[in-house]
Structures are given as structure tokens and as C-alpha cells.
């Protein structure tokens, strides 16, 4: 069994946390790529049309006994559309699975809460997980927090360890990958 992070960034943050969130666990780290450079503008085209853009992985990296960490941002509510390209060529998961995201935060609480939902149906069996940390909880109290501060946040060393630190709490004495075999 292996523990494989598979992560997909477009500005960094996900990228990072997905990082140090698989060195702190000892999983193996995979990164989500395209071939062509992602602009704005495709982002928007993307989300309208459900479209999947091409992507560096195949969808063969996960085994039946491995245990998967997906990473994304959110784009608009959804789940970013490189990693939804990836899921989509797996089908459905061989194996048990989990979800963490660092995204601004939930203008609507509702998106959030069916992602769960979303996802077991995509995949075809529920998530054992999703964690979802707002960059707003990274920032000083007191800070007046606009969309544009919230989306050009970048994440620190600092924050980093306080993310992993809390989502290794959160996910308990036993995580989910444990006794898999
Ligand atoms: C086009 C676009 C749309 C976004 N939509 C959402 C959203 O719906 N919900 C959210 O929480 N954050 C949203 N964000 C903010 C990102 O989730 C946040 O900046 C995240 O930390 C970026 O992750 P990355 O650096 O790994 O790409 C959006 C960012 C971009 C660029």
C-alpha cells in the first residue's frame, strides 16, 4: 500500500501545502501538469462549458491498495479543472480516497457541503475525507479581508506547518489510510 498525494496548483498554494502535507505523512507526491500554459481567460471557458483540458498523468497511478490524496484549489465553486480532467480519466477510484483544498473560503456553504456528495458520484464511492482550509484563517484578526487579498494570499513556511499540523488532528489517531494493506 502506498499513500500517493496527487496535487493540482495554478498559483502555488495547493501545490505547497500538497507538499509538505505528503513529506509530513511520508506519501509519495504527484503533481497534476498540462502541457499547454493555463491563462485567465481559459480558466472562465473551462468552467462555462465543463470542459477538461489536457493533462501529464494517466489515471493508471492508483492501485486498488493505495490510498489517494487529491489537492486542488477551487475554480468558481468547483473543483479546479486540471484535477477534475484527472478524476474523470480514472472513472471510478480503485482505491480508498481523500480530499484537501486551500481556497478562500465559502460564499456559499452549500457548494461546499455537496462537493462531498459530488465527488463520491464521480468516483463512484464516497470520499473517507474532505478537508477544506480557508486562507482567511491564515491572516492576522482584525485584517479587513477583500477577495483580492484573499485570492493573491500566498502561503508561508509558517502557515504551511499550522495547515498540515491541523489537518493531521483533524484526520485523527487512526487516519483513514491506516491498516490499509
Ligand atoms: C479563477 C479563480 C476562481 C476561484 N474561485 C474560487 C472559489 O470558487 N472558491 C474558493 O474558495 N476560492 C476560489 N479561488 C481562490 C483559490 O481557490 C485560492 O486562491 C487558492 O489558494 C489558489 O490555489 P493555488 O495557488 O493552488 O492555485 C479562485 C481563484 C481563481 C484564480
Not at 486551500?102 to 463512484?124: A, H, R, S
Request: hydrophobic share 40%; aromatic share 10%.
Amino acid at each position: 500500500m502506498k499513500i500517493k498525494v496527487i496535487s493540482y496548483s495554478f498559483t502555488g498554494n495547493n501545490e505547497a501545502l500538497a507538499a509538505e502535507f505528503a513529506k509530513a505523512i511520508g506519501a509519495e507526491h504527484l503533481r497534476i501538469t498540462e502541457p499547454k500554459k493555463r491563462t485567465a481567460g481559459k480558466i472562465v471557458r473551462e468552467n462555462l462549458f465543463n470542459r477538461d483540458p489536457k493533462i501529464n498523468l494517466s489515471g493508471d497511478e492508483i492501485s486498488v491498495d493505495d490510498f489517494a490524496i487529491f489537492v486542488s484549489p477551487f475554480w468558481f465553486g468547483k473543483i479546479a479543472s486540471p484535477l477534475r480532467a484527472y478524476l474523470n480519466l480514472l472513472k471510478s477510484i480503485p482505491s480508498k480516497y481523500g480530499f484537501l483544498s486551500l481556497c478562500v473560503g465559502y460564499d456559499n456553504p452549500e457548494t461546499y457541503q455537496k462537493f462531498k456528495i459530488e465527488l463520491g458520484q464521480m468516483l463512484g464511492r464516497a470520499p473517507e475525507f474532505v478537508i477544506l482550509k480557508r486562507i482567511a484563517d491564515l491572516l492576522p484578526p482584525g485584517q479587513e479581508l477583500s477577495q483580492k487579498l484573499l485570492t493573491e494570499y500566498r502561503v508561508n513556511q509558517e502557515d504551511l506547518k499550522m495547515l498540515v499540523a491541523s489537518i493531521i488532528e483533524e484526520l485523527g489517531d487512526t487516519p483513514p489510510w491506516f491498516g490499509n494493506s
